[in-house]
């Protein structure tokens, strides 16, 4: 799990017995009564939620041509991700974010959900020369409960010193809660915090409000029209529920699944649940 925005403290006896469970409730219950019961939930907090305004004219009206980049070899072997950091981001939309930030070549770069720091030590390799990365997640990533520690691998903070990065800020905040609040303005925002329909329509409005004139947002975990990715079957409804209320309700907002990548992700697949947000060039 994530730990953008969910509330839970990660604590490892907890952890171990929540695996447990999702391991019998996956064994037992057919993945797509699943995703239904989820995706009921979820819809049914959403249509609580208040409604929120969302002005998107700092947002891009292009995409970016996401491009490989030769070095990324060396990035990834430096890095040396291993098993016991399974949580973080796949490989392939490790490689995404990288390459993206790359092209864009933000100097600010927010990041919404830290967990592991799968995607927030590529952020800061990408923009180690003259950019800087804000991550935030409700827990203490660093800390001796955070959900590195749980999965035994070295915290985020351990990581990027390896790596010799030094251009990372970490936040212990609530994300809608840090974001009401931040005075900073940023050219590239991730959002892969909680994935809860509610959260993520508040969380997107306020992304747009801190966003500098041309500025992108990079979404995770979108499942267009709510169909499964990858062999599992899994769907995450949160996101796309989140971003056609705010379409209905009349956010100029584009949504561009990144798809098929040329590298591979996960499951076997190359598969990306990775969506760029834009405006609509015609409003």
């Not at 990365?133 to 985020?156: F, M």
Request: contains cysteine; positive net charge; charged residues 25%.
């Amino acid at each position: 799990m994530r730990s953008g925005d969910s509330g839970t403290v990660n604590v490892r006896p907890a952890a171990n017995r929540g695996r447990r469970v999702r391991r019998i409730v996956r064994r037992w219950v057919p993945q797509a009564l699943i995703n239904l019961k989820r995706r009921r939930a979820e819809s049914q907090a959403l249509a609580r939620a208040p409604r929120r305004a969302c002005d998107t004219s700092n947002l891009a009206t292009t995409l970016p041509q996401l491009r490989d980049t030769p070095e990324w070899p060396r990035i990834a072997e430096a890095v040396a991700f291993g098993p016991s950091r399974a949580s973080a981001v796949n490989p392939g939309d490790q490689r995404v974010v990288y390459s993206l930030a790359r092209t864009l070549a933000p100097t600010s770069v927010l990041e919404i959900g830290t967990n592991v720091g799968g995607s927030t030590v590529m952020f800061a390799a990408a923009v180690r020369d003259a950019g800087h990365v804000t991550t935030v997640d409700i827990v203490d990533v660093n800390g001796s409960d955070g959900p590195a520690r749980t999965v035994g691998c070295e915290t985020p903070e351990e990581l990027l010193r390896r790596c010799q990065l030094e251009n990372v800020t970490f936040v212990t905040s609530r994300s809608t809660e840090f974001m009401r609040h931040c005075n900073e303005r940023f050219d590239l925002i991730f959002l892969d915090g909680a994935h809860e329909a509610d959260v993520v329509y508040e969380e997107v409005p306020l992304a747009c409000s801190l966003l500098k004139p041309g500025g992108l947002i990079l979404l995770h975990d979108m499942f267009p029209d709510l169909r499964p990715l990858w062999s599992d079957g899994k769907v995450i409804p949160g996101p796309w529920l989140a971003i056609e209320r705010l379409r209905r309700e009349g956010a100029a907002l584009q949504v561009t699944p990144l798809g098929e990548l040329p590298w591979t992700t996960k499951q076997g697949s190359r598969r990306t649940s990775l969506a760029i947000l834009t405006r609509p060039q015609s409003r």
